[in-house]
Protein backbone atom coordinates (compact mmCIF):
# COMPACT_ATOMS: atom_id res chain seq x y z
CA UNK A 1 0.00 0.00 0.00
CA UNK A 2 1.31 3.19 -1.11
CA UNK A 3 0.11 7.02 -0.14
CA UNK A 4 0.63 9.55 -2.24
CA UNK A 5 3.40 11.91 -1.11
CA UNK A 6 1.61 15.40 -1.78
CA UNK A 7 0.25 17.13 1.03
CA UNK A 8 -3.29 17.37 1.71
CA UNK A 9 -3.90 14.20 -0.69
CA UNK A 10 -4.95 10.97 0.82
CA UNK A 11 -5.21 8.84 -2.41
CA UNK A 12 -4.26 5.48 -1.25
CA UNK A 13 -2.82 2.88 -4.22
CA UNK A 14 -5.29 -0.14 -3.20
CA UNK A 15 -7.58 2.11 -2.91
CA UNK A 16 -7.88 4.77 -5.26
CA UNK A 17 -8.13 3.70 -9.65
CA UNK A 18 -5.10 6.43 -10.30
CA UNK A 19 -1.38 5.52 -11.06
CA UNK A 20 1.45 6.42 -8.95
CA UNK A 21 4.70 7.58 -10.16
CA UNK A 22 7.78 6.99 -8.12
CA UNK A 23 10.08 10.35 -7.75
CA UNK A 24 12.87 10.54 -10.59
CA UNK A 25 16.36 8.96 -10.18
CA UNK A 26 18.20 11.92 -11.51
CA UNK A 27 18.78 14.22 -8.29
CA UNK A 28 18.16 17.87 -9.80
CA UNK A 29 14.74 16.18 -11.79
CA UNK A 30 13.65 14.52 -8.17
CA UNK A 31 14.39 18.09 -6.69
CA UNK A 32 12.25 20.03 -9.15
CA UNK A 33 9.29 17.74 -8.46
CA UNK A 34 9.98 17.93 -4.63
CA UNK A 35 9.96 21.76 -4.93
CA UNK A 36 6.63 21.61 -6.80
CA UNK A 37 4.88 19.75 -4.13
CA UNK A 38 6.65 22.06 -1.31
CA UNK A 39 6.68 19.70 1.46
CA UNK A 40 9.48 21.17 3.67
CA UNK A 41 9.57 18.32 6.52
CA UNK A 42 10.88 15.71 4.69
CA UNK A 43 12.92 14.63 1.49
CA UNK A 44 11.23 12.43 -1.15
CA UNK A 45 13.25 8.08 -0.94
CA UNK A 46 12.59 5.73 -3.27
CA UNK A 47 9.72 4.65 -1.74
CA UNK A 48 7.29 7.45 -2.20
CA UNK A 49 5.29 8.23 -5.13
CA UNK A 50 2.85 10.69 -6.18
CA UNK A 51 -0.16 9.76 -7.78
CA UNK A 52 -1.51 10.36 -11.25
CA UNK A 53 -4.10 12.80 -10.48
CA UNK A 54 -1.66 15.78 -9.53
CA UNK A 55 0.16 15.34 -13.24
CA UNK A 56 -1.43 17.02 -16.18
CA UNK A 57 -3.61 14.59 -18.37
CA UNK A 58 -2.25 12.20 -15.90
CA UNK A 59 1.25 11.77 -17.79
CA UNK A 60 4.42 11.51 -15.64
CA UNK A 61 6.46 13.27 -18.34
CA UNK A 62 4.08 16.78 -17.83
CA UNK A 63 5.48 16.79 -13.92
CA UNK A 64 3.23 17.14 -10.60
CA UNK A 65 1.81 20.43 -11.31
CA UNK A 66 -2.32 20.21 -10.05
CA UNK A 67 -2.52 21.07 -6.63
CA UNK A 68 -5.19 21.34 -3.65
CA UNK A 69 -3.47 25.26 -3.32
CA UNK A 70 -3.54 25.93 -7.24
CA UNK A 71 -6.33 24.25 -8.20
CA UNK A 72 -8.84 27.66 -8.73
CA UNK A 73 -5.74 29.29 -9.93
CA UNK A 74 -5.43 31.47 -13.16
CA UNK A 75 -2.32 32.23 -15.05
CA UNK A 76 -3.49 35.22 -17.47
CA UNK A 77 -0.83 37.76 -17.60
CA UNK A 78 -1.54 41.46 -16.92
CA UNK A 79 0.10 44.42 -18.78
CA UNK A 80 3.69 45.89 -17.65
CA UNK A 81 1.90 48.80 -15.99
CA UNK A 82 -0.61 46.93 -14.08
CA UNK A 83 1.79 44.35 -13.24
CA UNK A 84 4.33 47.01 -11.69
CA UNK A 85 1.58 48.53 -9.56
CA UNK A 86 -0.01 45.22 -8.32
CA UNK A 87 3.71 44.28 -7.13
CA UNK A 88 3.98 47.32 -4.73
CA UNK A 89 0.70 46.61 -2.91
CA UNK A 90 2.07 42.99 -2.89
CA UNK A 91 5.03 43.76 -1.41
CA UNK A 92 3.47 45.67 0.76
CA UNK A 93 1.02 43.43 2.12
CA UNK A 94 3.17 40.94 2.16
CA UNK A 95 5.61 42.97 4.74
CA UNK A 96 2.73 42.95 6.97
CA UNK A 97 0.01 40.48 6.70
CA UNK A 98 1.11 37.63 4.91
CA UNK A 99 4.55 36.70 5.87
CA UNK A 100 4.96 33.01 6.58
CA UNK A 101 7.38 30.72 8.17
CA UNK A 102 8.81 27.22 7.24
CA UNK A 103 10.21 25.30 10.15
CA UNK A 104 12.93 22.31 9.04
CA UNK A 105 13.65 19.56 11.70
CA UNK A 106 15.65 16.54 11.08
CA UNK A 107 18.14 14.39 13.80
CA UNK A 108 20.15 17.29 14.93
CA UNK A 109 18.74 20.27 14.44
CA UNK A 110 15.86 22.65 13.84
CA UNK A 111 16.16 25.59 12.04
CA UNK A 112 13.06 27.89 11.31
CA UNK A 113 13.27 29.89 8.07
CA UNK A 114 11.16 33.23 7.24
CA UNK A 115 10.10 33.45 3.84
CA UNK A 116 8.11 35.81 1.49
CA UNK A 117 8.64 36.25 -2.22
CA UNK A 118 7.36 32.89 -3.66
CA UNK A 119 11.13 33.02 -5.12
CA UNK A 120 12.46 33.33 -1.35
CA UNK A 121 10.49 30.20 -0.20
CA UNK A 122 12.11 27.91 -3.63
CA UNK A 123 16.18 29.43 -1.94
CA UNK A 124 14.99 27.85 1.48
CA UNK A 125 14.01 24.38 0.22
CA UNK A 126 17.06 24.47 -2.24
CA UNK A 127 18.97 24.82 0.79
CA UNK A 128 17.26 22.40 3.06
CA UNK A 129 17.86 19.44 0.29
CA UNK A 130 21.49 20.97 0.28
CA UNK A 131 21.04 20.57 3.85
CA UNK A 132 20.08 16.87 3.99
CA UNK A 133 22.68 16.25 1.18
CA UNK A 134 25.34 16.96 3.13
CA UNK A 135 24.27 15.40 6.77
CA UNK A 136 23.84 12.35 4.29
CA UNK A 137 27.52 12.85 2.58
CA UNK A 138 28.93 12.79 6.43
CA UNK A 139 27.55 9.86 7.44
CA UNK A 140 28.58 8.19 4.50
CA UNK A 141 31.96 9.72 5.20
CA UNK A 142 31.81 8.50 8.61
CA UNK A 143 31.15 4.67 8.04
CA UNK A 144 33.81 4.74 5.13
CA UNK A 145 36.09 5.89 8.01
CA UNK A 146 35.18 3.01 10.31
CA UNK A 147 34.81 0.39 7.33
CA UNK A 148 37.72 1.24 4.74
CA UNK A 149 37.12 -1.98 3.02
CA UNK A 150 33.85 -4.31 2.35
CA UNK A 151 31.06 -5.61 0.52
CA UNK A 152 30.13 -1.57 -0.02
CA UNK A 153 33.40 -0.87 -1.81
CA UNK A 154 32.89 -3.75 -4.72
CA UNK A 155 28.97 -3.45 -4.62
CA UNK A 156 28.81 -1.63 -7.96
CA UNK A 157 31.67 -3.14 -9.66
CA UNK A 158 31.28 -7.34 -10.89
CA UNK A 159 34.96 -7.51 -12.40
CA UNK A 160 35.98 -6.48 -8.55
CA UNK A 161 33.34 -9.06 -7.14
CA UNK A 162 34.97 -11.86 -9.86
CA UNK A 163 38.24 -9.96 -8.75
CA UNK A 164 38.43 -10.59 -5.05
CA UNK A 165 35.68 -13.95 -4.51
CA UNK A 166 35.95 -15.91 -8.11
CA UNK A 167 32.40 -15.25 -8.72
CA UNK A 168 29.60 -12.55 -9.89
CA UNK A 169 28.07 -9.99 -7.70
CA UNK A 170 24.69 -12.47 -8.41
CA UNK A 171 25.95 -15.51 -7.17
CA UNK A 172 27.87 -13.74 -4.27
CA UNK A 173 24.21 -12.34 -3.42
CA UNK A 174 22.73 -15.80 -4.22
CA UNK A 175 25.63 -17.52 -1.25
CA UNK A 176 24.30 -14.88 1.20
CA UNK A 177 21.30 -15.88 0.88
CA UNK A 178 21.68 -19.40 1.48
CA UNK A 179 24.31 -18.52 4.38
CA UNK A 180 21.50 -16.34 6.43
CA UNK A 181 19.17 -19.11 6.36
CA UNK A 182 21.48 -21.33 8.86
CA UNK A 183 22.89 -21.13 12.05
CA UNK A 184 26.17 -21.47 13.00
CA UNK A 185 28.23 -21.20 16.17
CA UNK A 186 31.98 -19.51 15.83
CA UNK A 187 35.14 -21.80 15.76
CA UNK A 188 36.66 -20.08 18.40
CA UNK A 189 33.14 -20.16 20.35
CA UNK A 190 32.68 -16.26 20.21
CA UNK A 191 30.64 -14.40 17.97
CA UNK A 192 31.73 -12.16 15.81
CA UNK A 193 29.25 -8.97 16.05
CA UNK A 194 31.31 -5.55 13.94
CA UNK A 195 30.74 -7.52 10.61
CA UNK A 196 28.18 -8.66 8.98
CA UNK A 197 26.99 -11.58 7.16
CA UNK A 198 28.11 -10.17 3.27
CA UNK A 199 31.60 -8.82 4.66
CA UNK A 200 32.36 -11.91 6.46
CA UNK A 201 31.42 -14.04 3.29
CA UNK A 202 33.32 -11.50 1.05
CA UNK A 203 36.49 -12.03 3.58
CA UNK A 204 36.77 -15.90 3.17
CA UNK A 205 36.62 -15.80 -0.42
CA UNK A 206 38.87 -13.00 -0.57
CA UNK A 207 41.47 -15.35 1.45
CA UNK A 208 40.10 -18.54 -0.84
CA UNK A 209 40.65 -16.49 -4.09
CA UNK A 210 43.66 -14.30 -3.54
CA UNK A 211 45.14 -16.18 -0.36
CA UNK A 212 45.91 -13.32 1.24
CA UNK A 213 47.85 -13.52 4.49
CA UNK A 214 46.00 -12.44 8.00
CA UNK A 215 47.55 -9.31 8.72
CA UNK A 216 46.88 -8.44 5.02
CA UNK A 217 42.94 -8.91 5.46
CA UNK A 218 43.25 -7.56 9.29
CA UNK A 219 44.39 -4.10 8.09
CA UNK A 220 42.26 -4.29 4.74
CA UNK A 221 39.25 -4.71 7.34
CA UNK A 222 40.50 -2.93 10.17
CA UNK A 223 40.42 -6.02 12.92
CA UNK A 224 42.29 -8.23 14.70
CA UNK A 225 43.82 -11.67 13.02
CA UNK A 226 42.08 -13.32 15.49
CA UNK A 227 38.90 -12.46 13.93
CA UNK A 228 40.23 -12.89 10.79
CA UNK A 229 40.86 -16.52 11.66
CA UNK A 230 37.76 -17.04 13.68
CA UNK A 231 35.17 -15.52 10.43
CA UNK A 232 37.45 -17.68 7.91
CA UNK A 233 37.89 -20.92 9.84
CA UNK A 234 34.04 -20.49 10.59
CA UNK A 235 32.94 -19.84 7.05
CA UNK A 236 34.58 -22.24 5.40
CA UNK A 237 32.83 -24.71 7.51
CA UNK A 238 29.50 -22.78 6.61
CA UNK A 239 30.16 -22.57 2.75
CA UNK A 240 31.14 -26.39 2.46
CA UNK A 241 28.12 -28.04 3.66
CA UNK A 242 25.97 -25.67 1.84
CA UNK A 243 27.51 -25.59 -1.39
CA UNK A 244 29.68 -28.60 -1.71
CA UNK A 245 27.58 -31.29 0.54
CA UNK A 246 24.21 -30.23 -0.09
CA UNK A 247 24.37 -28.68 -3.59
CA UNK A 248 27.20 -31.72 -4.96
CA UNK A 249 25.90 -34.69 -3.09
CA UNK A 250 24.99 -37.10 -6.38
CA UNK A 251 26.72 -37.48 -9.46
CA UNK A 252 24.63 -37.28 -12.64
CA UNK A 253 23.88 -40.10 -14.12
CA UNK A 254 24.72 -41.72 -18.01
CA UNK A 255 21.23 -40.49 -19.27
CA UNK A 256 21.36 -37.09 -17.74
CA UNK A 257 24.31 -36.74 -19.38
CA UNK A 258 23.15 -37.10 -22.68
CA UNK A 259 20.98 -34.16 -22.56
CA UNK A 260 23.84 -32.05 -22.66
CA UNK A 261 26.53 -33.87 -24.24
CA UNK A 262 29.23 -31.62 -26.28
CA UNK A 263 29.96 -32.28 -29.67
CA UNK A 264 33.43 -33.70 -28.74
CA UNK A 265 31.72 -36.39 -26.62
CA UNK A 266 30.36 -38.11 -29.91
CA UNK A 267 32.71 -40.97 -29.55
CA UNK A 268 31.91 -41.39 -25.83
CA UNK A 269 28.06 -41.61 -25.84
CA UNK A 270 27.95 -43.52 -22.49
CA UNK A 271 30.88 -41.05 -20.43
CA UNK A 272 29.84 -40.49 -17.18
CA UNK A 273 32.70 -38.93 -15.54
CA UNK A 274 36.34 -37.97 -16.18
CA UNK A 275 38.99 -38.17 -13.98
CA UNK A 276 41.89 -36.37 -13.05
CA UNK A 277 44.54 -35.66 -10.00
CA UNK A 278 46.02 -32.07 -8.67
CA UNK A 279 48.66 -31.43 -6.20
CA UNK A 280 48.82 -28.62 -3.88
CA UNK A 281 51.69 -27.36 -1.96
CA UNK A 282 51.50 -27.02 2.15
CA UNK A 283 53.18 -25.85 5.27
CA UNK A 284 55.14 -28.56 6.87
CA UNK A 285 52.76 -30.29 8.87
CA UNK A 286 53.76 -30.58 12.78
CA UNK A 287 53.24 -34.25 12.99
CA UNK A 288 55.90 -35.85 11.68
CA UNK A 289 54.38 -38.91 10.20
CA UNK A 290 52.26 -36.15 8.11
CA UNK A 291 55.54 -34.47 7.01
CA UNK A 292 56.75 -38.06 5.78
CA UNK A 293 53.64 -38.88 3.89
CA UNK A 294 53.26 -35.61 2.33
CA UNK A 295 56.90 -35.10 1.14
CA UNK A 296 57.43 -35.52 -2.49
CA UNK A 297 61.10 -35.39 -3.56
CA UNK A 298 60.41 -34.82 -7.33
CA UNK A 299 59.22 -31.69 -6.16
CA UNK A 300 61.38 -30.91 -3.07
CA UNK A 301 58.39 -29.75 -1.03
CA UNK A 302 55.31 -31.13 1.11
CA UNK A 303 52.09 -31.57 -1.13
CA UNK A 304 48.66 -32.65 -0.81
CA UNK A 305 46.78 -34.46 -3.81
CA UNK A 306 43.02 -34.71 -4.68
CA UNK A 307 40.82 -36.28 -7.21
CA UNK A 308 38.19 -34.01 -9.40
CA UNK A 309 35.81 -35.60 -11.72
CA UNK A 310 34.17 -33.41 -14.38
CA UNK A 311 31.03 -34.45 -16.13
CA UNK A 312 31.06 -34.30 -20.21
CA UNK A 313 28.90 -30.57 -20.11
CA UNK A 314 32.22 -29.01 -17.54
CA UNK A 315 30.53 -29.22 -14.53
CA UNK A 316 32.82 -30.69 -11.73
CA UNK A 317 30.37 -33.33 -10.33
CA UNK A 318 33.01 -35.16 -7.30
CA UNK A 319 36.18 -33.89 -5.17
CA UNK A 320 37.65 -35.97 -2.94
CA UNK A 321 39.24 -35.50 0.33
CA UNK A 322 42.87 -34.47 -0.05
CA UNK A 323 45.14 -37.26 0.51
CA UNK A 324 49.32 -37.03 0.95
CA UNK A 325 51.30 -35.91 -2.27
CA UNK A 326 53.00 -39.38 -2.05
CA UNK A 327 49.61 -40.83 -2.40
CA UNK A 328 49.40 -42.65 -6.27
CA UNK A 329 46.30 -41.84 -8.45
CA UNK A 330 45.40 -45.73 -8.14
CA UNK A 331 45.24 -45.78 -4.33
CA UNK A 332 43.68 -42.54 -4.53
CA UNK A 333 40.77 -43.48 -6.73
CA UNK A 334 40.35 -46.50 -5.09
CA UNK A 335 40.20 -45.34 -1.46
CA UNK A 336 37.45 -42.40 -2.42
CA UNK A 337 34.79 -44.29 -3.17
CA UNK A 338 34.32 -41.94 -7.01
CA UNK A 339 34.19 -45.99 -8.33
CA UNK A 340 31.40 -46.78 -5.96
CA UNK A 341 29.04 -44.30 -7.92
CA UNK A 342 29.09 -46.17 -11.39
CA UNK A 343 26.64 -48.52 -13.04
CA UNK A 344 26.42 -50.92 -15.50
CA UNK A 345 27.54 -49.71 -19.33
CA UNK A 346 29.09 -46.33 -17.50
CA UNK A 347 32.29 -44.68 -19.63
CA UNK A 348 35.15 -43.08 -16.78
CA UNK A 349 37.42 -41.41 -19.36
CA UNK A 350 40.78 -40.40 -17.53
CA UNK A 351 44.85 -39.50 -18.57
CA UNK A 352 47.67 -42.43 -18.77
CA UNK A 353 48.37 -42.38 -14.97
CA UNK A 354 45.30 -43.86 -14.12
CA UNK A 355 46.07 -47.14 -14.61
CA UNK A 356 42.47 -48.69 -12.83
CA UNK A 357 41.23 -51.15 -14.71
CA UNK A 358 41.22 -53.77 -12.48
CA UNK A 359 39.58 -51.82 -10.49
CA UNK A 360 36.83 -50.51 -12.59
CA UNK A 361 33.45 -52.36 -11.16
CA UNK A 362 31.89 -54.96 -13.46
CA UNK A 363 30.20 -54.12 -16.69
CA UNK A 364 32.15 -50.54 -16.73
CA UNK A 365 34.68 -49.47 -18.74
CA UNK A 366 37.74 -47.15 -18.60
CA UNK A 367 39.26 -45.19 -21.91
CA UNK A 368 42.68 -43.77 -21.18
CA UNK A 369 45.14 -42.78 -24.52
CA UNK A 370 47.23 -45.62 -25.66
CA UNK A 371 50.86 -46.39 -24.84
CA UNK A 372 53.57 -46.17 -27.41
CA UNK A 373 54.21 -49.89 -27.43
CA UNK A 374 56.14 -49.35 -30.72
CA UNK A 375 58.63 -46.74 -32.68
CA UNK A 376 55.74 -44.76 -33.71
CA UNK A 377 52.04 -44.71 -32.79
CA UNK A 378 49.47 -46.55 -35.24
CA UNK A 379 47.11 -44.91 -37.45
CA UNK A 380 44.35 -46.17 -35.29
CA UNK A 381 46.11 -45.11 -32.09
CA UNK A 382 46.75 -41.62 -32.96
CA UNK A 383 42.94 -40.75 -33.75
CA UNK A 384 41.96 -42.44 -30.50
CA UNK A 385 44.47 -40.68 -28.32
CA UNK A 386 43.20 -37.33 -30.59
CA UNK A 387 39.53 -38.30 -29.72
CA UNK A 388 40.43 -38.75 -26.01
CA UNK A 389 42.13 -35.23 -26.01
CA UNK A 390 39.54 -33.41 -27.63
CA UNK A 391 37.31 -34.71 -25.02
CA UNK A 392 39.37 -34.19 -21.82
CA UNK A 393 40.36 -30.51 -22.55
CA UNK A 394 37.46 -29.29 -20.99
CA UNK A 395 39.00 -30.67 -17.82
CA UNK A 396 42.00 -29.13 -18.13
CA UNK A 397 40.16 -26.16 -18.70
CA UNK A 398 37.92 -26.85 -15.53
CA UNK A 399 41.69 -27.44 -13.58
CA UNK A 400 42.73 -23.76 -14.30
CA UNK A 401 39.63 -22.55 -13.09
CA UNK A 402 39.97 -24.75 -9.92
CA UNK A 403 43.86 -23.30 -9.27
CA UNK A 404 42.69 -19.62 -9.78
CA UNK A 405 41.68 -20.03 -6.83
CA UNK A 406 45.11 -19.16 -4.66
CA UNK A 407 44.37 -20.99 -1.90
CA UNK A 408 45.29 -24.06 -4.09
CA UNK A 409 48.60 -23.37 -5.36
CA UNK A 410 49.40 -23.05 -1.50
CA UNK A 411 47.72 -24.61 1.94
CA UNK A 412 48.72 -22.38 5.00
CA UNK A 413 49.54 -23.82 7.78
CA UNK A 414 46.04 -22.36 9.70
CA UNK A 415 44.06 -23.84 7.11
CA UNK A 416 45.88 -27.10 6.99
CA UNK A 417 43.40 -29.29 9.40
CA UNK A 418 40.71 -27.55 6.66
CA UNK A 419 42.54 -28.76 3.48
CA UNK A 420 39.98 -30.85 2.24
CA UNK A 421 36.96 -28.42 3.46
CA UNK A 422 39.21 -26.09 1.17
CA UNK A 423 39.46 -28.09 -1.89
CA UNK A 424 36.13 -29.02 -2.37
CA UNK A 425 34.46 -26.00 -1.35
CA UNK A 426 36.86 -24.03 -3.94
CA UNK A 427 35.45 -27.23 -6.65
CA UNK A 428 31.91 -26.04 -5.77
CA UNK A 429 32.34 -22.32 -6.67
CA UNK A 430 33.76 -23.14 -9.64
CA UNK A 431 30.79 -24.42 -10.47
CA UNK A 432 29.10 -21.20 -10.03
CA UNK A 433 31.09 -19.54 -12.22
CA UNK A 434 30.14 -19.04 -16.39
CA UNK A 435 29.76 -22.53 -18.16
CA UNK A 436 32.91 -23.76 -19.95
CA UNK A 437 31.61 -25.43 -22.85
CA UNK A 438 31.17 -22.40 -24.90
CA UNK A 439 35.48 -21.78 -24.23
CA UNK A 440 35.37 -25.27 -25.13
CA UNK A 441 33.98 -25.06 -28.13
CA UNK A 442 35.97 -22.41 -29.29
CA UNK A 443 39.02 -24.42 -29.06
CA UNK A 444 38.11 -26.59 -30.88
CA UNK A 445 36.97 -24.74 -34.65
CA UNK A 446 40.74 -23.07 -33.34
CA UNK A 447 42.47 -26.93 -33.56
CA UNK A 448 39.78 -28.08 -36.26
CA UNK A 449 41.29 -24.95 -38.19
CA UNK A 450 44.85 -25.85 -37.77
Given at each position: ?107 TTTETYVLTPTNSKSDEVEKYFLHK ?296 LVNFQNPIIKEVEHLFVNNDKT
Amino acid sequence: MVQCWVPLCSHISNRETCKFFRFPANYIECKVWAKSVRRADTYPTKNNKICSCHFKDGLRENGPTQFEWNKNSSFSFTSPEKHTKRKKVDSASCSQENESSIIIENSTTTETYVLTPTNSKSDEVEKYFLHKEIEELKKEKLFLKNNPFGYHSIESDNKLFEFYCGISKSMFDIVVDLCSKVSFKYYYDWNVEKFCLKDQILMTLIKLRLNLAYPDLAFRFKTSESTVGNIILTLISVLHEILFINLMNTVPSQNKNQNCLPECFNNFQNCRITLDCTEISCDIPKSLLDQKLTYSSYKNKNTLKGLIGVAPNGVITYASKLYPGSTSDKKIVGHCGVLNILQPGDLVLADKGFLISDLMPPETSLNIPPFLMSPQFTPSEVLKTKSIARARIHVERVMVRLKKFKILTHIPKALYTKSSLVFQLCAALVNFQNPIIKEVEHLFVNNDKT
